[in-house]
């Protein structure tokens, strides 16, 4: 069965500094995973993801994400944090085969917050 | 502009109503999808349509109903069988079931009072 995992409910980084929201997960076969960001009393917006190719992936407001097969991770990443980056994000995974009963799984998210 | 309405944005429900929830695209996408979150909670698949006049359970369907007799609209009921129905809801669609990215509305908040 799919499943994925945000270790952390709460990160927290000084502006300017670099982040890492981290991200595994489980799935039967090749991955297709998916990183969303969410503001408050908003709809989840797509960021970034990985279907296959290169292991760096860049996405949207200078975000990207590493895909580490034997670590089963992909964590998002940004080298320098805004305070307006402060938001609930999202890891998501779904397995590359074609059954039906394959569906996207959606991490428990993790609150990003930035200080000034 | 492409994208995915949802309305209403805020709705309050007395006990023992059903309530409609609105949702409709013009992405062209086949598949389209309603979670609920709680607040500070993540995702749960309600239903989910990969083609017109079909549609699945998700993981939490009961107190749901849905239809698909359009490719644009995926309208959600929520029954007075619904426990506990005070959550955000999120609409999304992507161009098949087993497409890639999903893409979602800008939620709709139902209040029972």
């Not at chain 2, 993540?42 to 007799?69: C, M, T």
Request: proline residues 4%.
């Amino acid at each position: 069965a799919q499943s994925v995992a945000q270790p952390e409910d709460q990160v927290n980084v000084a502006e300017g500094n670099p982040l890492t929201v981290k991200c595994t997960y489980s799935v039967s076969g090749n991955p297709y995973l998916f990183w969303y960001v969410q503001y408050p009393n908003r709809g989840l917006q797509f960021l970034l993801k990985y279907i296959t190719g290169d292991n760096l992936v860049k996405g949207s407001y200078g975000f990207e994400a590493e895909f580490n097969k034997s670590q089963t991770s992909f964590h998002l990443k940004k080298p320098s944090a805004l305070v307006s980056d402060s938001a609930l994000y999202f890891c998501a995974v779904r397995d590359g085969g074609y059954s039906s009963a394959s569906k996207i799984i959606f991490g428990s998210g993790t609150r990003l917050s930035i200080r000034p | 502009d492409g994208g995915i309405t949802q309305s209403p944005k805020y709705l309050f429900r007395k006990e023992g109503q059903n309530v409609t929830l609105s949702c409709e695209q013009n992405l062209n996408h086949d598949a389209m999808y309603w979670y609920r979150q709680d607040p500070g909670q993540g995702l749960r698949l309600i239903y989910y349509s990969q083609i017109v006049n079909d549609f699945q359970k998700g993981d939490i369907a009961e107190g749901y109903s849905v239809s698909r007799e359009k490719k644009e609209s995926f309208p959600l009921t929520v029954t007075s069988a619904q426990k506990n129905p005070t959550a955000f809801y999120l609409c999304a669609s992507s161009a098949t079931l087993l497409g890639n990215t999903i893409y979602f509305g800008e939620g709709s908040w139902l209040t029972v009072v």
